[in-house]
Nanobody
Framework: QVQLVESGGGWVQAGGSLRLSCAVSGRTASQFAMGWFRQAPGKEREFVSTINWSGSSTFCVDSVKGRFTISRDNAKNTVYLQMNSPRPDDTAVYYC????????????????WGQGTQVTVSA
């Protein structure tokens, strides 16, 4: 049984920084491409960033480019989302997800999901 557990969420002031972690258990993380998604109140879940199994390929949505960085440490079975200079419109529940194939922008392509961690950015 694959489990994903996010941590590191909380309150942060705009312009600060926050690092989210996603711990993978049940199978080795290197078997998966990983993604981060977010969902704000009243909005649909949206793609944030994705990373391939080795970490050699990453992609993120334009709204977070230059501010957020996805990375992974397969030895620790953990994926990270470094959030620098967050803005109030980044406030959302952040989810990590695992996919047995390559990277994808689409939530429907992912096989496993964590329960999410709340990030609140104040002005």
């Amino acid at each position: 049984q694959v489990q994903l557990v996010e941590s590191g969420g909380g309150w942060v002031q705009a312009g600060g920084s926050l690092r989210l972690s996603c711990a993978v258990s049940g199978r080795t993380a290197s078997q998966f491409a990983m993604g981060w998604f977010r969902q704000a109140p009243g909005k649909e879940r949206e793609f944030v960033s994705t990373i391939n199994w080795s970490g050699s390929s990453t992609f993120c949505v334009d709204s977070v480019k230059g501010r957020f960085t996805i990375s992974r440490d397969n030895a620790k079975n953990t994926v990270y989302l470094q959030m620098n200079s967050p803005r109030p419109d980044d406030t959302a529940v952040y989810y990590c997800a695992a996919r047995s194939r390559g990277t994808s922008w689409y939530a429907r392509d992912y096989d496993y999901w964590g329960q999410g961690t709340q990030v609140t950015v104040s002005a």
